[in-house]
């Protein structure tokens, strides 16, 4: 059964709380029980300022696998766990940001290197939480390991792409540089649990903000598993936070969070970007819109999925003016 | 170190020589001509190249905020005035414009600055005549760099796939530009140069107080022989600008103004899919160092907060001195505000001319009585003001507080809030405690002092020993609250182009 199938037989703005398990619960952490072991399961939790909190809620929901079968509990998020994160996000921005280029570069690259080595746990947990093939998810997989490694060569590039040095008519030195614009919420794509989410993660840190991201409700998974990498990858604590959750519970707190400067709203479903944006506006956060032609058919392994222009979309320019004189 | 309280007003040491009540010199009245001024007694609305009636007619009267005499009476668009508005926009995208090379588009962009160019002193004049700026700035500032503004951008219009390359750069097609009243004609150079030179045509509203200058500019557009429809101008109150930015065939809107309508605009505009900037309030901190050239700090302060009457967003309003040089420069800045001449925008002598309105003269004088009630300490040169005009004397408050309305609220007038600091980092502390980050300054010699300084402002404009620059290639924009996008340079220019075609989607 594909993920598309799965996600539509489901009615609109349905909530995944209304699904029911039809199988018991199976790890996703390989086969499960062999012969007479029992398997260890994992416990999915929340990633916040480079902790593994469950939520403050003590709530969970039921994550379903592709064909229906439970695959585990995942935290029922709140506003107020958003509220953490934000702190943490902000506690640890100036710091990320101040690491140099090639540093973050470097951080970066070691993301990609330990999802490399967690390429088989990746690539089963998007067949079963996206429902799809092996040769599919494996091309999935190993897209998000490369697009780490693309966007950690942006680190110390983008600067000279987007900054220039103005001639203006006077006798001033004057340049423009990009800068982080700060702590940046991402809803992540709902069903591109895994390469949407690093695809659009990885253009907000990479010039040094701080994140907090909303996973797939339905698909939260390798979010998690993601986080795990991060924890281990020398990503400072608080530059990524995961909040997993109901979107109709969280969307709006984030968009209207006063301490969050910029929202991606890629990920977020046609029929709420108007209201994220609005809310968006009481402190003039950045926004980004969903793609006009629909986030369903958009397509995560092509060439525009991944852009030093999203870099962009989530830094300042900063232009700087000094006299020229003896 | 203490505080010292001052007296009132106070005049300058003597060896200074230069306060108002015994300067050793006197300027002689040296008013600008405006015999060669020739000023419409109506102004129509703009639009197809045709000067026309708003359907159903009716005007609005403008005025000199120096004399408070009526200069014009201007057309008040109506809801259908910014339908004929946007259709010829429209109609001139599809069927000209957007169809033109280029290389043509900018042949002229080239003519629209040099007539501009050729008719400085008529646009100089009118502008100070309809907004109390002194003629001194809108002879050497405002207009020049207006038409320069047309001549940096001219020169975009054919090297698009050179400033955005493996973007497939698009023009929008019609873009819906307000602007307010404080630089009249260089915010539409700002709006309409780029808005041109990427292919767009434009609808734009200027200030109801001020569009005195931007009708004189339709002149320019016809004498250019513009296609009709390219270049429309429409006057009315704020009403009419929510009708023209909202408009369902408007894809692209720029906004400058005050931080409140700009979140309005934005609010109306969610979920339309339109391309917006926005170049909205400031608060901005200057910020001088025990080891800065104090007298020309001193040049830079009163450049910063009296520069165009402080009716500027990105004004130097919050001066942070190191508590070691405190009093030297405060003896020093109240001995040159003793020196400004205030009065007749039209005299070549002015320093600081009338505010441009009574609504935002009483603005002023309420931000300035709730400095004095919340106890900030007022100073205030002792300097005669004319009897009629809307004038407020330059003005500076000492012993104000961050919880000071005066150093939290954008007054857009001369009244500069001063406070102290100890060290860099409660410097960047205070200065960042803000809501606004449009612009900042940094006074000292010490050159890697300046850059941390630089690095720590969150601001998207930062002067360093120097304050209010500007130039056609220089990006001008803030962060958080001050508005999203830049003008100026190439980033200006992409603000005007569609640019989805790789990967970015933001506004």
Known sequence: MSPRTKTASRAKGASVLEQRAAQPLATTNGAGARGDRIGVRKTYKLYIGGAFPRTESGRSYEILGAKGELLANACRGTRKDIRE??????????????????????????????????????IAEVMVSEGVGRARATRVVDAAVDRWVWYAGWADKYPQSVGTVNPVAGSYFNFSIPEPTGVVGVIAPEASSLLGLVSRLAPVIVSGNAAVVLASESRPLPAVTLTEVLATSDVPGGVVNLITGLRRELTAHLAGHMDVNALDAFGASAESAAALEEAAV????????????????????????????????????????????? | MTLTKKPETRPAPNSWGLSAGDSPWEYAPAPEATDHIRIEPEYGLFIGNQSVRSKPRKTFTVINPATEEPL?????????????????????????????PGRERAKYLYRIARIMQERSREFAVVESMNSGKPIKESRDVDVPLAAAHFFYYAGWADKLEYAFPNRDPRSLGVAAQVIPWNFPLLMLAWKIAPALAAGNTVVLKPASTTPLTAYLFADVVRQA???????????????????????PDVSKVAFTGSTAVGKMIARRLAGSGKKVTLELGGKAANIVFDDAPLDQAIEGIVNGIYFNQGEVCCAGSRLFVQESVYEPLIDKLKARLGTLRVGDPLDKNTDVGAINSAGQLAKVQELVDSGIAEGAEIFQPDCELPTRGFFFRPTLFTGVSQSHRIAQEEIFGPVLSVLTFRTP??????????????????????????????????????????????????????????????????????AYLDLSGNGSNGR
Do not use: C
Request: net charge positive; charged share 20%; hydrophobic share 40%.
């Open chain 2, 425 to 494: 980092d409660e410097a960047i502390e205070k200065a960042n405690n803000t809501p606004y980050g449009l612009s900042a300054g940094v006074w000292t010699e010490k050159g890697s002092r300046i850059f941390k300084m630089v690095n720590a402002m969150r601001a998207g404009v930062v002067w360093a020993n120097t304050f209010n620059r500007f130039d056609p290639t220089s990006p001008f924009g803030g962060y958080k609250e001050s508005g999203y996008g830049r003008e100026g340079g190439i980033h200006g220019l992409g």
């Open chain 1, 85 to 122: 994160a934000v702190r943490a996000a902000r506690k640890a921005q100036p710091g990320w940001a101040a690491k140099t280029a090639f540093n973050r570069s470097q951080i970066l690259y070691r993301i990609a290197e330990l999802m490399e080595g967690r390429r088989d746990q990746f």
């Open chain 2, 72 to 100: 014009a009476r201007v057309a008040h668009a109506s809801k259908a005035d910014v339908n004929r508005a946007v259709a010829a926009a429209h109609e001139a995208h599809r069927s000209s414009w957007s169809k033109l």
């Open chain 2, 225 to 247: 022989d513009l296609p009709p429809g390219v270049v429309n101008i429409i006057t009315g109150p704020g009403e009419i600008g929510m009708e023209l930015v909202t408009h």
């Open chain 1, 282 to 326: 009481e402190n003039m956060k950045r926004f980004v819109r969903p793609p006009t032609g629909g986030l369903e058919r958009y397509d995560w392994l092509s060439a525009a999925a991944q852009s030093p222009y999203l870099i962009g979309e989530y830094v300042e320019i900063k232009t700087v003016w000094h006299p020229i004189g003896a």
